[in-house]
């Protein structure tokens, strides 16, 4: 293979000014920064979250979560429980930003989220009702929508009135980063103002089984919940006096093109993020990964014993598509209202069963919680 | 850096043709890929045609996948991405692996697999969930298909914002290699005919039983139809120096959210991507020689795509045709054999036509649909419309290389 140089990419850095997350430690960034700081045990019994049989008795769940608890009854009742976290977790993000978003940006703010396969429960039961229904067409055409990949990302955009830049990119645990590169990109080239880019996934039987089913995972306890980021160009926050609470200094995403294995692959992308970003592997305090072996080999590799690691699976069990957004959201909360750690670079990577690899560069500001107001 | 991004290969595996010729031969003469359902059960059903992509043989167009690991769309994604490479004579490229990242577009990903899941679910219950299914199931399954088929490091991106996905898919290639992040991309789109988008469609009045008549006044809605395609595009500069031929030159493109509904398009919202599309292609709309429209023959489309064409084009409105007249509704692909129709319009000399066509809906005046059969002519610069649920509009626009 041909060697090349990369691009330079760091000229650009993404600004975080908001951030919403749905874990089992609560809902919104404040919850979910105390409980990391406490540590303490996120699952639930699963029985909490589906009558159904489920592989494991645990899961990293929203137990009790009722969309109309949070988004009001009307136009809630068709929504999917993933849909629901998506409008819910873009809106904290907005909330938690100082952008104000009106008649004059709405056309240049928009919704980039991440996915696995959609609601697998909306299209299962949809596919489920063309067999069991006396006729097989006798489906409900008000839930068609919800077994489209963009549902959510479409109603977060009606529910908070953006017209922007809507996209979903489907990648699982790789979602997340993918994001953030594509957000990268547009921002870059002035195709929108903001982004609220992040993914979410429930908690249904049919994907509990589908994960477990795939042997693939660290964990057999399932999970839900995600995270939304509101990110803009960094430096032009900046120019307007506006502080990110962190700055996403690099992305950079790849595959093994079935050419390799995976741990090599990401260790090739760690080197070549830590040098877009200008940092070297002493320097990070922090490193976040899927939980995944091969991200493990990779940073023994490249990154040393040093930084603190963290392994996101003891915090969203298995579901990557969450995960990859928590991963984010335990850097933020390791700033949030925490000025000590100002300035600290952490790293975060991530990686697929078939072969995608991607890592981010992240440096903290210590901003307190909602202190821009 | 801004470089010219131009398109250097074509890969359509579609219901009327496989490889770029076949297909400009079929789109030429105006074929129609609507079949009898082959893939499912119709049993019950009131209407039972789709465009499968019956000649479909995984294993004789994909050197590296092993079909039985893989669902039926990334199995599309993949052969599409492997004719585009091989239509580009770039098949030295991958030795420059990394510089060469894919961005593929689907709406409903593997859906078979999904329709397979939950047969055995119903027969079996959930514990025994097959393992080949499950691990076939991710939709980011359908770029990361094109990775390993054609052995490239760089970045995957599955892009599945619906039934504009292949659009999407094509304007984040523009930027990664206008701005130097990539010097080459494979981009566009798959998807699968399947049970439940059959059904509902049908429950939506959106389901034609016989034809898709896009813009007639008869017209009933989508037939839903099947298949990959791929675009092989590099930099202007690349693609002079290994003396590649060049299709068309990517100019621009626009993006924009209706927010307003998850099914109705909005023709306001559509007229502001036409607009965000010509201004970042540096086009005046009386440029617009051809619009690959996004006709999906439902009242409602056709009805915003043809207000919108009208109040961005004033009373001079180009030629504007539809592919799914002779594909169907092939989702996440769509927008990609639409981008298609759009280069071989450049590069070969014709706007393919509308099929079924009878009589223009009379609300749709000074509409010329192209109908029925093909016409010779040089356009020089041609608009891909491509709109979808969750008001996910996305619009390129292609020229000739001057």
Known sequence: MTVTTDPPTSDFALGVSGWGVLSPYGLGADEFTAGLRTGRDGTVDAAALTDEAVPDPRAYGLAGFRARDHLGRKGTSFLDRRTAFAVLACGQALADSDLVVGDDNRDRVGVVLGTNVGSLQSTSDYSRDTLVQEKPYLVNPILFPNTVLNCAAG?????????????????????????????????????????????????????????????AAPTTVGGEGGAVFLVEDAAAMRAAGRDPVAEIIAVDLGHTGDRGDLATALADRVRRVLAQAGVAAEDLATVVTSGAAAEERALDEVVGP???????????????????????????????????????????????????????????????????? | MNRRVVVTGLGPVSSIGIGIDAFTTALRAGRSGITPIASFDTSGFLTDRAGEVHEFAPDRLLTRLDPAEWGRSSLFAAAAARLALTDAGATDVPDRSDRVGVCMGTTSGESQVVERLTEHWLAHGYPGTPQRLARQLPAGRVAEAVSRELGLTGPALTVSTACSASNYALGYAFDAIATGEQDYMVVGGADSVCRWAHAGFYRLGALA?????????????????????????????????????????????GLTCDAKHPT?????????????????????????????????A???????????????????????????????????????????AGALAISAGFLAPTINHVTTDPAMTGLDVVPNESRPEQPRIVQVNGFAFGGNNAITILGRLA
């Open chain 2, 298 to 340: 439902t009242p409602a489309n056709d009805t915003a795509e043809y207000a919108a064409v009208r109040e961005v084009f004033g009373d001079r409105l180009p030629p504007m045709s539809s592919v799914k007249s002779m594909l169907g509704h092939t989702m996440g692909a769509a927008s990609g054999f639409s981008a298609l």
């Open chain 2, 264 to 296: 109705a398009p909005d023709a306001t919202s559509v007229a502001r991507c036409m607009r965000l599309a010509h201004q970042d292609a540096g086009v005046k709309p009386d440029e617009v020689d051809f619009i690959c429209a996004h006709g999906t």
């Open chain 2, 209 to 253: 039983a016989e034809r898709c008549a896009p813009f007639d006044q008869d017209r009933a809605g989508v037939i839903t139809a099947e298949g990959g395609v791929a675009l092989f595009l590099e930099s202007l500069d690349s693609a002079r120096a290994r003396g590649a031929r060049v299709y068309c030159e990517v100019l621009g493109y």
């Open chain 1, 155 to 215: 109603q977060a955009a009606i529910w908070h009135q953006l017209r922007g830049v809507n996209t979903t990119l489907a990648g699982g645990g790789m979602a997340t980063l993918a994001g953030l590169r594509y957000a990268m990109t547009v921002l870059r080239r002035g195709r929108a103002q903001a982004l609220l880019v992040g993914a979410v996934e429930e908690y249904t039987p049919q994907m509990a089984w589908a994960e477990h089913a795939t042997a």
């Open chain 1, 306 to 373: 040093d930084a603190d690691r963290v392994a996101i699976s003891d915090l969203a069990g298995n579901c990557p598509t969450a995960a990859g957004a928590l991963q984010v959201a335990a850097v933020l909360a390791h700033h949030r209202g925490a000025p000590e750690h100002d300035g600290c670079l952490s790293l975060i990577v991530a990686s697929t069963v078939d072969g995608a690899v991607g890592a981010a560069v992240l440096k903290g500001a210590g901003r307190a919680a909602r202190d821009h107001r």
